[in-house]
């Protein structure tokens, strides 16, 4: 059974940072795509960043250079790291797995079968 355990999640003042965990269990390939997502009040859910088995990166043009995505393998773990955090940032925060391909072909934003419940992050100005 797959399970991701999104934490972190906070409330800080415009300009702050946080970093996300989500703690992974029971994702066994070994080739795998993983991505962070967000969903404000009243709008669309959006893909933020994923990273591949293999490290690669990617990222949504809405928070390139200011968010990072980064796992520590040994810890089954998936982290987010946010800085310059802006009011508009606020929202729930997803991490989501599935398969490499997905990565690959650009396409984790729609596809990712397996996800958290999310984490709550409110930014103020």
């Known amino acids: 059974q797959v399970q991701l355990v999104e934490s972190g999640g906070g409330s800080v003042q415009a300009g702050g940072s946080l970093r996300l965990s989500c703690a992974t269990s029971?994702?066994?390939?070994?080739?795998?795509?993983m991505g962070w997502f967000r969903q404000a009040p009243g709008k669309e859910r959006e893909g933020l960043a994923a990273?591949?088995?293999?490290?690669?990166?990617s990222y949504a043009d809405s928070v390139k250079g200011r968010f990072t995505v980064s796992q520590d393998n040994a810890k089954n773990t998936l982290y987010l790291q946010m800085n310059s955090l802006k009011p508009e940032d606020t929202a729930m925060y997803y991490c989501?797995?599935?398969?490499?391909?997905?990565?690959?072909?650009?396409?984790?934003?729609?596809?990712?079968?397996?996800w958290g419940k999310g984490t709550l992050v409110t930014i103020s100005s």
């Open positions: 989501a797995a599935g398969p490499w391909g997905a990565c690959v072909s650009g396409s984790w934003v729609k596809v990712m079968p397996y």
């Open positions: 029971g994702y066994t390939y070994r080739m795998y795509c």
């Open positions: 990273i591949d088995s293999n490290g690669a990166t």
